[in-house]
């Protein structure tokens, strides 16, 4: 099989660059794993998705809904659902699906199969290993898809968003949830989350904590669990049991690159190392969405997908132009700004950032070779969410660097 | 008198509120703007939720939820009704509750299929 645009995943990000390609006169393939489009948002029943792209609020399936639909009517674009990339070669995939093993080749493709949970291992976790250990997402896979239950008694280890969500889905279920245990001092997830998830329904939610050991031999017994110092070392005097046959644990998320070994990766997001057009070290393969950076809201999934469906499609077409390199550089305030080069150039452009630590009326400013480019006031920011920054290129050259004042 | 503190969600600064309740009179300190004021009005008067949850039917469980925020008192209320059902194959937006305890809100399907 040829096309010009290949997607390789039908997420919220596929779906958008599919859409954005398209749009721009490609010829589209979309490859899926999964039997429907919509990836991970449709087991996210949840509402609150689509605020800023739709400006209505929305829950996961119905804002893969909207987007099936478009792509569906979509005349330049064919979906194979039911078909897994085997192996990614030059300018071509292997893929095995519904009529066996088959390649594509294309002449732009768009990664954009989205992270994977970290697990137990990832962690370290310490103590057994019985039946009842699992992933937030999986626990909601189960509960949402399947219609069964990970357990009664739920410990959950790590505040972020998906564990915050499942706390509250399995109390309305008629579990108890004895706790969410943050070893951190603070939560990632958002604060809508742990006051609607959390706070409604009287879950404690302990900082500074973490389990020490998981008990059972068969099946999860309890846990031990105590505080932690600021270098995360156990504080044993605090040690106590806690009775539970579930533990669910939602602590953090990886970008699923492991079948992209020859990608250059940023040891910050562990996504793709990309320039201004989302374009990896092989100019044919572009990236959006979570296997680039672990993003807060799939609306700005969706928006970057549109973003990079474009480039993609003026690559294909040999219409990418390039200015001189810029290399973008940020000061210890911030975990990342994307991308991690730009192309001089006249025109606006955006980056996306993540910060350190929480600010308060601060300014962000963006200079290049000394000379002030743009300044941004933020009256608030914080790390779990991510912001961006938008600014005319005019008179960036070579290099350009971010700090908070 | 009443007294609670909350962290204001309406936006990411994230003020730590004190409200309290004097009868009729709330009093809310601790906010940087007058959006913290309407929701902690709200959230000590009248909190509302959108509920979701899934909904048992012939070809497996499907995602639901209420067209409306309902009253958070009456959460496990319409749980339960979610709970009663046992349909037949459904299809996205259909309506499965009408005016669910009277609150005004459907209970429509949202799966994705």
Not at chain 1, 138 to 164: E, F, R, T
Not at chain 2, 99 to 113: H, P, Q, R, W
Request: with cysteine.
């Amino acid at each position: 099989m040829k096309t010009e645009v290949l997607v390789v995943g039908g997420g919220p990000a596929g779906m958008s660059a599919a859409l954005s390609a398209s749009e721009n006169e490609s010829k589209v393939i979309i490859v899926e794993r999964d039997k429907v489009l919509g990836g991970i948002l449709n087991q996210c029943i949840h509402n609150g998705f689509g605020l800023h792209y739709f400006q209505e609020e929305l829950t996961g399936p119905e804002f893969a809904h909207r987007f099936r639909k478009m792509v569906e009517k979509d005349k330049n674009i064919k979906v194979l659902t039911n078909t897994l990339v085997t192996e990614f070669k030059d300018k071509k995939v292997v893929v095995m699906g519904e009529n066996g093993k088959q390649e594509i080749t294309f002449d732009a493709c768009i990664i954009a199969m989205g992270c994977r949970e970290r697990t137990a291992g990832n962690i370290s976790l310490t103590g057994t290993r019985p039946m009842g250990i699992l992933t937030a997402g999986s626990a909601q896979k189960m509960v949402n898809i399947d219609g069964k239950m990970p357990g009664k008694d739920i410990v959950i280890l790590g505040s972020g968003d998906i564990g915050l969500i499942m706390a509250r889905r399995l109390t309305l279920e008629g579990a108890k949830v004895h706790a969410v245990l943050e070893i951190n001092p603070t939560s990632s997830g958002l604060r809508r989350n742990i006051l609607q998830c959390l706070d409604d329904f009287n879950i404690p939610l302990l900082y500074n904590t973490t389990i020490f050991d998981v008990v059972g031999k068969d099946r999860v017994e309890g846990v031990y669990y105590g505080q932690v110092d600021e270098h995360y070392n156990r504080i044993e005097s605090t040690k106590k049991f806690l009775k539970c046959d579930t533990v669910i644990l939602s602590v953090g998320l990886i970008p699923e690159m492991q079948n992209l070994q020859d990608i250059s990766v940023n040891s910050k997001t562990n996504g793709a190392f990309v320039n201004e057009h989302y374009q990896t070290n092989k100019p044919w393969m572009f990236s959006c969405g979570n296997i680039l950076h672990v993003h807060d809201l799939v609306d700005n999934v969706a928006l970057e997908g549109k973003q990079v469906g474009l480039f993609a499609s003026l690559y294909a077409q040999g219409k990418l132009n390039e200015g001189n390199l810029i290399k973008v550089s940020h000061s210890a305030d911030f975990a990342y700004v994307l991308p991690y080069t730009l192309f001089e150039g006249d025109e606006q452009t955006e980056v996306k950032f993540r910060l350190k630590n929480k600010i308060v009326r601060k300014w962000i400013v963006a200079e290049s070779q000394g000379k002030e480019i743009a300044k941004k006031f933020v009256l608030a920011g914080v790390p779990g969410e991510m912001m961006t920054f938008a600014f005319p290129k005019k008179d960036v050259k070579k290099e350009i660097v971010f700090k908070v004042v | 008198m009443e007294k609670r503190e909350m962290t204001c969600i309406m936006c990411p600064l994230g003020c730590s509120l004190v409200v309290t309740k004097d009868g009729d009179e709330i009093k809310v300190s601790g906010n940087n703007c007058q959006r913290g004021v309407v929701f902690a009005k709200e959230e000590l008067t009248c909190p509302m939720r959108i509920v979701t949850s899934s909904v048992k039917t012939s070809e497996g469980v499907k995602a639901c939820k209420t067209t409306k925020p309902v009253p958070k008192a009456k959460i496990f209320d319409v749980m339960k009704e979610i709970e009663k059902l046992r349909l037949k194959k459904v299809k996205f937006g259909d309506v499965v509750i009408k005016n669910v305890l009277g609150t005004d809100a459907d209970v429509i399907i949202t799966a994705n299929e």
